[in-house]
């Protein structure tokens, strides 16, 4: 009976062999390889298992070494000993009644972000946070009322793609339509105030021989990061999104307190200079429509002039309310008299339709659920 004795060293070290083992989400092909290498694999050899576990990873979608049935059995034995291939905790998925969807992701350190799905006919967006909560506080967003935990590393930012997709079941990559076709980084946090890692994840999504988006499908959206704007279409090329709101410093400093450091004619300058911007692709301006606040005649005036010489379009939002906001949503009336001047001007001005507003998925309606949850019951203690 000695086999059923359990090896008591061998015990004692799972948990810190479980601590140090490295998670492959989220390194390039180069970085699989240099951890191979420290993890004992031969240099020689290091670089074709890369590429083969880079393709079970971002092509097929593997979470688990045993699937991968193009590396020798052998292989796949070790590979626990070292790495893991972990997704994050989904502990809500919540389904709209139009079809959006809403997925609460907690991560190892407890901390947790929301992704969102807004499906179409024939195609879908997937909206991707890249922080824990916000630096901006922005005052129309509920975001914004969160404070800044941390940056989510590459692989927090890349897994929220692959488990939506899990999820979707959409594996290995398809070549032809796909339920999530483009990428928004427009989730929780700043992608700017985190653009090293948030580059990596884009430049892992995009790559040919993984999931294989292209940038002509990411749109990176900012509330005006001046100095990481250029950097940006130079590096990745992706199609850029400026929270704008507002015409005037005054106002949007309140709306958008980032632009107390780059105001508008900054940001607008850094917007003519985007490496990525053309005609074919025009960088897009968010203005959420506030009653009384920003969506006069005379601040649609002032927004055409503002846009001359850009390549631009105006996504206009209703403004999706959450509890305690201190907005209103503009009329349905000034909303469309806005548009059709920016309209009448040469600039596409589409009204965005909400999407998942009973799940609160909607633009500016993301807060990490656990954070609303403990909210609440401060609110009930207090009362």
Same mark, same amino acid.
């Given at each position: 009976?000695?086999?059923?004795?359990?090896?008591?060293?061998?015990?004692?070290?799972?948990?810190?062999?479980?601590?140090?083992?490295?998670?492959?989400?989220?390194?390039?092909?180069?970085?699989?390889?240099?951890?191979?290498?420290?993890?004992?694999?031969?240099?020689?050899?290091?670089?074709?298992?890369?590429?083969?576990?880079?393709?079970?990873?971002?092509?097929?979608?593997?979470?688990?070494?045993?699937?991968?049935?193009?590396?020798?059995?052998?292989?796949?034995?070790?590979?626990?000993?070292?790495?893991?291939?972990?997704?994050?905790?989904?502990?809500?998925?919540?389904?709209?009644?139009?079809?959006?969807?809403?997925?609460?992701?907690?991560?190892?350190?407890?901390?947790?972000?929301?992704?969102?799905?807004?499906?179409?006919?024939?195609?879908?967006?997937?909206?991707?946070?890249?922080?824990?909560?916000?630096?901006?506080?922005?005052?129309?967003?509920?975001?914004?009322?969160?404070?800044?935990?941390?940056?989510?590393?590459?692989?927090?930012?890349?897994?929220?793609?692959?488990?939506?997709?899990?999820?979707?079941?959409?594996?290995?990559?398809?070549?032809?339509?796909?339920?999530?076709?483009?990428?928004?980084?427009?989730?929780?946090?700043?992608?700017? *105030?985190?653009?090293?890692?948030? /580059? $990596?994840?884009?430049? =892992?999504?995009?790559?040919?021989?993984?999931? #294989?988006?292209? +940038? %002509?499908?990411?749109?990176?959206?900012?509330?005006?990061?001046?100095?990481?704007?250029?950097?940006?279409?130079?590096?990745?090329?992706?199609?850029?999104?400026?929270?704008?709101?507002?015409?005037?410093?005054?106002?949007?400093?309140?709306?958008?307190?980032?632009?107390?450091?780059?105001?508008?004619?900054?940001?607008?300058?850094?917007?003519?200079?985007?490496?990525?911007?053309?005609?074919?692709?025009?960088?897009?301006?968010?203005?959420?429509?506030?009653?009384?606040?920003?969506?006069?005649?005379?601040?649609?005036?002032?927004?055409?002039? *503002?846009?001359?010489?850009?390549? /631009? $379009?105006?996504?206009? =939002?209703?403004?999706?309310?959450?509890?305690? #906001?201190?907005? +209103? %949503?503009?009329?349905?009336?000034?909303?469309?008299?806005?548009?059709?001047?920016?309209?009448?001007?040469?600039?596409?001005?589409?009204?965005?339709?909400?999407?998942?507003?009973?799940?609160?998925?909607?633009?500016?309606?993301?807060?990490?659920?656990?954070?609303?949850?403990?909210?609440?019951?401060?609110?009930?203690?207090?009362?």
């Amino acid at each position: 009976m000695e086999h059923l004795i359990p090896d008591v060293e061998a015990v004692n070290r799972q948990p810190e062999l479980l601590a140090i083992r490295k998670n492959l989400v989220g390194l390039t092909r180069k970085e699989i390889a240099a951890a191979l290498v420290e993890g004992g694999e031969a240099e020689k050899s290091a670089k074709m298992r890369a590429r083969q576990l880079f393709h079970w990873l971002y092509y097929r979608g593997a979470s688990d070494f045993g699937d991968m049935t193009s590396i020798s059995k052998d292989m796949r034995a070790r590979l626990p000993d070292n790495f893991t291939v972990d997704r994050p905790e989904i502990t809500n998925l919540q389904t709209s009644t139009d079809g959006t969807r809403k997925w609460l992701v907690k991560f190892p350190d407890g901390q947790e972000v929301e992704s969102v799905h807004i499906p179409e006919e024939d195609r879908g967006a997937l909206c991707v946070s890249s922080q824990v909560g916000c630096t901006l506080t922005c005052s129309f967003c509920h975001t914004g009322t969160m404070k800044l935990v941390r940056n989510l590393t590459p692989g927090e930012i890349v897994s929220q793609m692959m488990i939506a997709r899990d999820t979707l079941g959409e594996w290995p990559s398809p070549k032809g339509n796909r339920m999530i076709s483009n990428i928004v980084m427009m989730g929780m946090g700043e992608p700017l *105030l985190n653009y090293e890692n948030v /580059a $990596k994840a884009l430049t =892992i999504i995009m790559d040919g021989e993984g999931i #294989s988006l292209s +940038k %002509r499908r990411i749109t990176l959206s900012t509330s005006g990061v001046v100095p990481k704007i250029r950097q940006c279409g130079e590096e990745l090329g992706v199609n850029l999104a400026i929270s704008l709101h507002a015409v005037s410093n005054d106002v949007r400093d309140i709306l958008v307190p980032i632009n107390k450091r780059y105001p508008i004619k900054e940001l607008l300058d850094a917007c003519r200079d985007y490496p990525a911007s053309n005609n074919a692709r025009r960088i897009t301006f968010e203005y959420v429509m506030l009653d009384g606040i920003n969506d006069s005649p005379a601040d649609a005036r002032e927004l055409v002039r *503002l846009l001359k010489g850009i390549p /631009a $379009k105006v996504n206009l =939002i209703p403004f999706n309310p959450w509890p305690g #906001s201190p907005y +209103k %949503r503009s009329s349905n009336n000034a909303i469309h008299r806005f548009a059709k001047i920016v309209n009448d001007a040469g600039y596409s001005s589409p009204v965005r339709v909400s999407r998942g507003e009973d799940i609160m998925a909607a633009c500016g309606q993301l807060k990490s659920a656990s954070k609303k949850e403990r909210a609440s019951k401060r609110r009930a203690v207090a009362s």
